[in-house]
DNA sequence: AACAGGGGCAACCGCTTGCCG
DNA sequence: TCGGCAAGCGGTTGCCCCTGT
């Protein structure tokens, strides 16, 4: 069955030949290829338009670039796959001059192989449950488990069963950056204690704090789009009611993404205590308009006794000095996913374990394991 | 040398999304 | 608001090639 498109002519389908392949470069070329309906018939090919714009998009285009996996890209789609999922035209996003379809083929051809050998689920990145390999990892992780320096004195506790989804979602106030504030006069009593060298210790009592770096402000391209829709995780069913709505989606100037590089702080939550999350504003755009390496901060923590909406925006200043007082705060509904430009954004704290994980770089189970390709 | 099986990859299928009249 | 169309996207298929027997 051939495509609704060109159901009424009769095309070509198969491999495509060489000569093939010079009409169709020849022309979208020297014409583009503004509508590709038309391209095949004005290149003077027997092949419908959607199998010309495959046939370019996923090996003519001249920005493709060829050739094996490097490590480096290899790793990289796994820890977006993490975050992702089997998001494959997201996940080439960050690996330019690769398509959706190589990437995808990637994975199943060789990626999800290796998991599968080294005891991981391919979908959900955790340890399979019938891991042969010691057995010492938990055989699931929860939303809040993070990879930290001191792991058992970082856990947080999952979130209870009577917060609402929503309430997992802040707003970011500008596209620019994030750091997420939190509640420093209602800190937990026997909330862990801070580890050496965490920043937001002083005047700070509880909230978690992860920072990562972009490496490749120049490679990345301007939005950060983490809204997860459907998530295969699993891990989002032990956020105590959450639904899998939750995501992350900040149009950035000129965002970064979370990679490798980062590193997270945390410590506990109450159980009881819902979490929450502000945001704040970090004045990196310049820096990454100019190409260079930005450090973020966000800082995860909890409202007093209900989640408020404190409306302004705030400042990294204002945050630094006094983070109660300006806490951009927030109880959104879904319906704030999908805002332009400086618009709310939703928070997926299955992103933050993502991140937490695979920036962490001192629990995660992947990195703990041999990478031999 | 011939054959079978498996892996890799290009291409296709069909659903979803976005745009426009 | 609705329908049609084009493009985007992820899943799947099938062919080709390599390797082992």
Request: proline share 6%; hydrophobic share 40%; glycine share 10%.
């Amino acid at each position: 069955m051939g495509h609704h498109c060109c159901s009424k002519q009769k095309v070509k389908r198969g491999l495509w030949s060489p000569e093939e392949d010079e009409k169709l470069v020849g022309y979208i070329s020297e014409h583009g290829h503004s509508c590709w309906s038309s391209v095949p018939k004005h290149a003077g090919l027997q092949r419908c338009g959607k199998s010309c714009r495959l046939r370019w998009i996923n090996y003519l285009r001249p920005d493709l670039k060829r050739g094996t996996f490097s490590e480096q890209e290899e790793r990289t789609i796994i820890d977006v796959h993490r975050i992702l999922g089997n998001r494959w035209a997201q996940i080439a996003k960050h690996l330019p001059g690769r398509t959706d379809n190589e990437v995808k083929n990637f994975w199943n051809s060789c990626i999800k192989k290796k998991l599968i050998a080294q005891g991981l689920d391919p979908k959900t990145h955790n340890l399979l449950p019938a891991n042969g390999g010691g057995g010492a990892a938990p055989a699931a992780t929860t939303p809040f488990t993070i990879s930290a320096p001191a792991k058992s004195a970082f856990e947080v506790a999952p979130a209870p069963a009577m917060v609402p989804a929503s309430l997992y979602d802040i707003v970011v106030p500008s596209p620019t950056g994030m750091l997420m504030a939190h509640d420093h006069h209602h800190r937990a009593a026997a909330a862990a204690p801070m580890p050496a060298g965490y920043p937001y210790t002083d005047g700070n009592g509880g909230g978690m704090l992860m920072s990562f770096s972009d490496q490749n402000a120049g490679v990345h391209a301007s939005s950060m789009d983490f809204m997860n829709g459907s998530s295969s995780s699993s891990s989002m069913d032990h956020a105590g009611g959450m639904a899998n709505c939750n995501g992350f989606s900040a149009s950035m100037g000129a965002s970064a993404f979370m990679d490798e590089t980062a590193t997270m702080w945390a410590n506990s939550v109450e159980p009881g205590i819902g979490v929450v999350a502000g945001m704040l504003v970090a004045q990196q755009q310049q820096q990454r308009q100019q190409g260079l390496v930005v450090q973020e901060e966000v800082v995860l923590g909890r409202p007093p006794t209900a989640l408020l909406n404190c409306g302004a925006a705030t400042t990294g200043a204002a945050v630094h000095a006094d983070n109660s007082a300006s806490v951009e705060m927030v109880d959104v509904s879904s319906a704030v996913y999908g805002s332009a430009g400086a618009g709310p954004t939703a928070f997926d704290l299955e992103l933050m374990e993502s991140c937490g994980m695979f920036c962490g770089g001192a629990g995660n189970a992947i990195d703990q394991l041999p990478w031999d390709c």
